[in-house]
């Protein structure tokens, strides 16, 4: 069964920084692309940042990038999103997916860790 | 980018009933749409790939159609754990965006 279990989510000041962390299981972690995709409350999804299988490609949003990292260890099927430069806008629901083997589009899902910045 | 526009934003309908959902594109995402549905405090469910495949373990009710830039999500009789928020997003081209959702709530 996959599972992705999403954690380091709380509450931080604006300018902080947070590390998110997506343990992966069920699958063979190191052939698959994921993606964060977070929902600030009462709106949509908004996918912030990609990384291939093997980690040498990523992706930002333009709402995230220089402030925001994506990284992987595939020796412990772990995802990351180091979040820097924080700000209130980014408050948000924040889930790990996995993209299909294939396609762009998110086949599994963690169950979310809520960020919230805020002095 | 290529934008998706759900419709309508929330749609009332009664338990055992047909709900209908539309998600329009800006520009033409030839069959590359995928339908999620998210209940409250819950993540994102993937329900519909290819614009018309059902993923794993998604019961019948649910379908998908449409290509190009016009899409429907039908849900043939609704149960009452269908009530939720629907989602779609194209992977046609880069980036690969969401619509706003719909939210299918009970009438």
């Known amino acids: 069964e996959v599972q992705l279990l999403d954690s380091g989510g709380g509450l931080v000041q604006p300018g902080g920084s947070l590390r998110l962390s997506c343990v992966a299981s069920?699958?063979?972690?190191?052939?698959?692309?994921m993606s964060w995709v977070r929902q600030a409350p009462g709106k949509g999804l908004e996918r912030v940042s990609g990384?291939?299988?093997?980690?040498?490609?990523?992706y930002y949003a333009d709402s995230v990038k220089g402030r925001f990292t994506i990284s992987r260890d595939n020796s412990k099927n772990t995802l990351y999103l180091q979040m820097n430069s924080l700000r209130a806008e980014d408050t948000a629901v924040y889930y790990c997916a996995r993209k299909d083997y294939n396609y762009y589009y998110f086949d599994y899902w963690g169950q979310g860790t809520l960020v919230t910045v805020s002095s | 980018e290529i934008v998706l526009t759900q419709s309508p934003a929330t749609l009332s309908v009664s338990p055992g009933e047909r709900a209908t959902l539309s998600c329009r594109a800006s520009q033409s995402v030839s069959s590359n749409l995928a339908w999620y549905q998210q209940k409250p405090g819950q993540a994102p469910r993937l329900l519909i790939y290819g614009a018309s495949t059902r993923a794993t373990d998604i019961p019948a009710r649910f379908s998908g159609s449409g290509s190009g830039t016009e899409f429907t999500l039908t849900i043939s009789s609704l149960q009452s754990e269908d009530f939720a928020v629907y989602h779609c997003q194209q992977y046609n081209k880069w980036p690969p965006l969401f619509g706003q959702g719909t939210k299918l709530e009970i009438k």
């Open positions: 990384i291939s299988d093997s980690g040498g490609n990523t």
């Open positions: 069920g699958f063979i972690f190191s052939s698959y692309g």
